[in-house]
């Protein structure tokens, strides 16, 4: 069995694996290890760059699944006053905030948000498929330290429809003190983590102890509002 490590980004994700006791980074065609966390539907899905320049309208480009995941109605989404920024449409549906596609044709079809990142989290598995040249059956994934339950029991679906095994999810200021842990043996500490995100990223910032390889969370705070500004050009 393989399983892979996941950071499913607000603006940019990343798969890895773990070889030789190391953690290595996974590769694309353009010989990035980040691929952009945008989904463009057309004649067919397209993930990441080529979803960038998809032949399509430009509402059907979707990007920021991770601020839309989890909540029951736009308007208690804490960036609801960013809305204008979007390019792509939303709406509330059966108690769940997501992405109307060809909206006003008879076309249109409502996704949630989970369904989005499902298909990053699917193009992801195949890349790092590819790399190894054998069968991805398990993932850990990591979420905002601020992500409330709902959050990530979408973020849990998201990954069943992307037919992954969910091992864990782990916090990022988590991952982050774990890896420099790893290779810097604190040993028994206090650790101040600032996860400042991408361009259109989140700020978190985590009080943490570290106990062996464990880690006690102390306190969280954060801003999701940080870096956030228009991201693509209307075509």
């Not at 006791?21 to 989904?39: C, E, T």
């Not at 992500?147 to 990530?152: G, R, T, V």
């Not at 999701?224 to 500004?229: K, Q, R």
Request: hydrophobic content about 40%; proline content about 4%.
């Amino acid at each position: 069995m393989v399983y892979i490590g996941i950071d499913l980004g607000t603006t940019y994700s990343c798969v890895s694996v773990i070889e030789n006791g190391n953690p290595k980074a996974i590769h694309h065609d353009n010989g990035k290890n980040i691929v952009p966390s945008v989904v463009a539907y057309d004649a067919e899905i397209l993930i990441g760059n080529p979803a960038l320049d998809a032949p399509t309208d430009m509402s059907n480009i979707l990007y920021d699944s991770k601020r839309l995941i989890g909540w029951e109605f736009l308007h208690s989404l804490p960036n609801a006053e960013m809305r204008q920024l979007w390019t792509f449409k939303v709406d509330t549906r059966d108690k769940c905030a997501g992405y109307v596609l060809n909206k006003g044709t008879r076309n249109e079809r409502f996704l949630k948000p989970e369904g989005v990142s499902a298909e990053i989290l699917k193009y992801l598995k195949v890349r790092a498929e590819i790399c190894l040249k054998r069968k991805v059956t398990g993932v850990v994934v990591t979420v905002p330290a601020l992500f409330n339950d709902l959050q990530k029991s979408a973020t849990k679906r998201a990954v069943e429809l992307a037919g992954l095994e969910l091992k864990r999810l782990l916090h990022e200021p988590n991952a982050a003190a774990i890896a420099y842990n790893a290779k810097n043996n604190l040993g028994d500490s206090k650790l101040l983590v600032f996860d400042f995100g991408g361009d259109l990223g989140t700020l978190d910032v985590s009080i943490l102890r570290m106990i062996g390889n464990d880690v006690d969370v102390k306190a969280v705070a954060g801003d999701i509002h940080l870096g956030m500004y228009y991201p693509f050009k209307q075509k």
